[in-house]
């Protein structure tokens, strides 16, 4: 059974730092895997992802420049260092994988609350 699971969120005041940690199990991913986010009452937008080898990575722009994703194969993880966090950051953050390179993110976590209060 394929699982994603988030840890690492929590409440933060503006300008602080929390690092997500996404733990995939079942299978190994050897294609992209990403963050996403949902604020309440807004739909699910992209954060970041990253391709096996960890040589490329895409961020949104509302991100760019603060947050960090990262991977470790060998332990089958995904980070997001999130930096100089602001308020409009709050939501709940979901950790997702590809099968393919060019395919759709088909695997999901259940995702973990971030807060950021100002």
């Known amino acids: 059974q394929v699982q994603l699971v988030e840890s690492g969120g929590g409440l933060v005041q503006a300008g602080g730092s929390l690092r997500l940690s996404c733990a995939a199990s079942g299978r190994t991913f050897s294609s992209y895997m990403a963050w996403f986010r949902q604020a309440p009452g807004k739909g699910r937008e992209f954060v970041a992802d990253i391709t096996w080898s960890g040589s490329n990575t895409y961020y949104a722009d509302s991100v760019k420049g603060r947050f960090t994703i990262s991977r470790d194969n060998a332990k089958n993880t995904v980070n997001l260092q999130m930096n100089n966090l602001k308020p409009e950051d709050t939501a709940v953050y979901y950790c997702?994988?590809?099968?393919?390179?060019?395919?759709?993110?088909?695997?999901w976590g259940q995702g973990t609350q971030v807060t950021v209060s100002s």
């Open positions: 997702a994988a590809r099968a393919s390179d060019f395919g759709i993110y088909v695997y």
